[in-house]
């Protein structure tokens, strides 16, 4: 009995070579051919095309929004709930000392099964064709993208809780600049007047120090800016 239509129909691809699809399903505890090579491919080639994906949809976000919603796209834990909405467990080759320990439940493992379909499938046909597999699997997810809070940058968090309470931004200045060109330490003082707050931060940049200033005020803003 060939249980491979059915993850072609869960997938919506259909494989050429089955052998690709038997390596991409075979946990390492199965042999010396098994996932972790198609793995390897998939995650990089994931990891694009989520790039591409939200860079062209959410010109809003800035370089470091960007990682953040990206990373929290690819984690572990996404890709294992991915693959168990998908069943994709039941399809998985593990030796059987694995398997008794419920290795075909484990999160890395179905998150690494997840990565190695989409190498797979890269190899079997072409990028586009991987492309569409991720944009499927990853569908409801990007359409669901409501950059949260925590996806901003700390500067721009601090200076919206000022705005909502009807306060002026803070001021960044720098107050000290150390080191010689190619390896300078900054030191940034951010200044919240309304409460008296003054924290300095160091940095290798003037842009990074403000971050750092920032984000240790929000760390502690119950006890620096009290509501
Ligand atoms: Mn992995």
Redesign the pocket.
């Known amino acids: 009995m060939n249980e491979l239509p059915r993850l072609y129909k869960r997938l919506g691809y259909e494989f050429k070579d089955e052998s690709l699809v038997e390596e991409a399903l075979s946990h390492r505890s199965v042999g010396n051919i098994n996932y972790e090579r198609l793995?390897y491919l998939g995650?990089s080639l994931l990891n694009f095309v989520i790039a591409d994906v939200i860079h062209e949809k959410h010109p809003e976000l800035n370089e470091g929004a960007l990682s953040r919603l990206r990373a929290s796209l690819v984690r572990?834990s996404t890709l294992a709930m991915i693959a168990r909405e998908l069943e994709l467990g039941e399809f998985l080759r593990m030796g059987t000392g694995e398997l008794r320990s419920g290795g075909f439940n484990r999160d890395s493992t179905l998150?690494?099964l997840v990565?190695s379909l989409i190498g797979a499938t890269y190899r079997d046909a072409d990028f586009f064709t991987a492309r569409d597999l991720v944009l499927r699997l990853f569908a409801e997810r990007l359409n669901n993208i409501t950059p949260a809070e925590e996806l901003k940058d700390p500067k721009t968090r601090l200076q919206e809780l000022l705005q909502g309470r009807g306060l002026e931004r803070p001021v960044y200045s720098v107050v000290k600049t150390e080191g010689k060109s190619h390896e300078l330490a900054f030191t940034v003082n951010c200044q919240i007047s309304a409460y008296d707050v003054n924290v300095s931060a160091v940095a290798s940049s003037r842009r990074k120090a403000e971050q750092t200033a920032a984000a240790e005020i929000l760390d502690q803003a119950s006890v620096l800016l009290p509501q």
């Open positions: 793995e995650d572990g998150a690494d990565e």
